[in-house]
């Protein structure tokens, strides 16, 4: 490939940075994308007929802030995008696309809207006759934004738009080529349906607000189609049940090399991984730069982004939408009332590690909620001053789905990944549970000192536990009771002193968490107050409690009377 092209030139600047304003993933697929470009790839190559195609097309459209051909005012990572995408070919047949897949996760106001209408002309004028395209937002203000951006790229370029014979059609709820009877149409998730349609090519705008029904229909759709293309662009969401995070998980996983089909093309602008945690991005300037690309040529974009990081500094209620919108970090605010801020507590997780438990004194904290609401045993110990947890969440297998909706937590995902079980038909089979406990000494080699929990819930299953020989405390839940371990596990997790299995579920619950403080100035976390579940901090605290009182009294207490 011509190595002056300004997508190969981005993606060798990408590839060799030592600045660390390019993520980790970014570099990597450029990396894997110039050595399909240079043709050492066995499978994919660039079609150069395809390159200098889209480059004359490219020239013919006018940019209609910028009023100059939109070749020569198309941001660098828009290049690589848009070539890569479209002009990397199978080399077996140079007439299909390798990628299947084009994923962009970029900060706002990086012209994505922007460089998503240029591709949409660009495969309205380039696709075989009477293909169709479309795009899903989650509603059709948001969708028609592509439509309009589309339109005002039209209007600005004489060559698309002739009088005496146009080349494109706008009408109402689509668009359409005349050249070759291509169309477009915006569609909305909150109005559409997605099924039933054929889509040659399709665009997911801000996946991140939608689960990932839109996206399925879409590929469905293509399922017969040797030459298909799906683009999804977003920015993060401080929710954990949208299609993006599962986009970005898989991308990660091929650019890894853990999953073998790499026939999908990434560029996740998100910062790397030490740049995520604790206080970072407040000072580290590499934030701003891994997830604004156009920030890197334009001083203005950097002066504005370094106004609004301070404005989030000073206010905690501008703090999720700077993270989340301009850094792409998945950040829920505190509010108010919030118990700890999420990026400290994420600074504390570690990998799983079963081996580490074996032979360890643990105490486990219950919460045994409604038997059709969420459950979680918590088990904790701890060596030299620190915490250590792992905690285990259930639900009621047949209620899964309506908690999935409800509370936009995706809980499939969960229980794969072992962070939480699935039992009983719409309530919770506490034996379950109580199998859980019975086997966790067999399981791991701990040696369970107490079981700590609040008789609400709890009687018929601690009456099993202490059957079998368990240490069983009952946990008054008060704040005079509760505020100690609730300012401890706090303290810890500031303090760096706590650690945790690697748990998302986890972490959605310090997100949720909020607190109430008493008269007497006693904090505790509310579950009225909280704005999601909170059953594993809550179980975390009651296993705190027992440890905090180990550490005090030793094993000689029994409950605490108020």
């Known amino acids: 490939m011509n190595k002056r092209n300004p997508a190969y030139k981005y993606a060798s600047f990408a590839a060799s940075d030592d600045r660390g304003i390019i993520p980790k993933y970014v570099k990597m697929q450029a990396e894997s994308w110039l050595n399909i470009a240079d043709g050492l790839d066995k499978e994919a190559c660039v079609d150069e007929d395809a390159v200098a195609r889209i480059g004359r097309l490219l020239k013919l459209m006018i940019h209609p802030d910028l009023k100059c051909p939109i070749d020569e005012g198309l941001e660098p990572y828009a290049w690589l995008f848009i070539i890569a995408s479209m002009c990397t070919k199978l080399k077996k047949d140079k007439n299909t696309r390798y990628y299947t897949t084009a994923l962009l996760e970029i900060a706002r106001k990086n012209f994505k809207t922007f460089n998503s209408a240029i591709i949409f002309i660009l495969l ?67 109005e559409d349906r997605m099924d039933g349609k054929t ?35 977003s920015t993060q969401y401080p929710n954990d049940n949208n299609a993006m995070i599962d986009e970005i998980d898989k991308a990660k996983k091929r650019l890894d090399g853990l999953i073998d089909n790499k026939r999908a093309f990434a560029l996740l602008y998100e910062p790397d991984d030490p740049l995520k945690q604790g206080d970072a991005w407040q000072t580290d300037d590499r934030v701003l730069f891994q997830a604004n690309p156009v920030a890197v040529n334009h001083q203005y974009i950097l002066d504005d982004l370094k106004d609004k990081r301070l404005d989030a500094i000073l206010y905690e209620n501008k703090r999720e939408n700077f993270l989340c919108k301009h850094c792409n970090i998945l950040y829920k605010g505190l509010g108010v ?165 690697d748990n998302r579920l986890l972490e959605i619950n310090f997100q949720n968490a909020r607190c109430t403080t008493d008269t007497n100035l006693n904090k505790y976390v509310n579950k009225k107050k909280s704005t999601g579940k909170v059953d594993m901090v809550v179980a975390t605290i009651n296993a705190t409690y027992l440890v905090q009182q180990e550490m005090i009294y030793g094993s000689d207490f029994v409950v605490q009377v108020i």
């Open 124 to 190: 309205m004028l380039t696709e075989e006759d009477f293909s169709r395209f479309f795009s899903v937002a989650p509603d059709l203000a948001l969708s028609s934004e592509l439509k309009i951006a589309i339109k005002k790229i039209i209007k600005s370029s004489p060559a698309l738009c002739d009088e005496a014979d146009p080349a494109f059609q706008i009408l109402r709820s689509e668009i359409r080529c005349k050249l070759n009877d291509n169309e477009y149409k915006p569609l909305a998730y909150s």
């Open 199 to 233: 889509a040659n090519a399709f665009l997911a705008d801000e996946a991140g607000a939608m689960d990932s029904y839109p996206i399925e229909a879409m590929r469905s759709s293509q399922m017969t189609l040797h030459n298909k293309l799906g683009i999804i662009i």
């Open 337 to 501: 009332e919030g118990y700890v801020d999420v990026q400290k507590v994420k600074l504390c997780r570690r990998d799983k590690d079963d081996a580490w438990w074996r032979g360890r004194r643990v105490w486990l904290g219950l919460d045994l909620s409604l038997s059709e609401d969420n459950t979680c045993v918590s088990m904790v110990t701890e060596e030299n001053g620190t915490i250590y947890a792992r905690a285990m969440g259930f639900i009621p297998e047949d209620r899964k789905d309506a908690k999935t909706k409800k509370e936009g937590v995706d809980y499939d995902r969960f229980i794969k990944l072992g962070n939480c079980i699935a039992c009983g038909s719409e309530v919770i089979d506490y034996l379950e549970v109580e199998n859980y406990i019975l086997t966790l000494e067999s399981k791991l080699g701990v040696e369970i000192q107490q079981v700590g929990y609040d008789k609400w819930n709890a009687i018929s299953t601690v009456q099993k536990l202490e059957a079998e020989g368990y240490s069983c405390v009952e946990i008054k839940q008060h704040s005079s009771v509760l505020h100690a371990p609730t300012k401890l596990l706090k303290e810890s997790i500031l303090n760096k002193q706590f650690v945790y299995d």
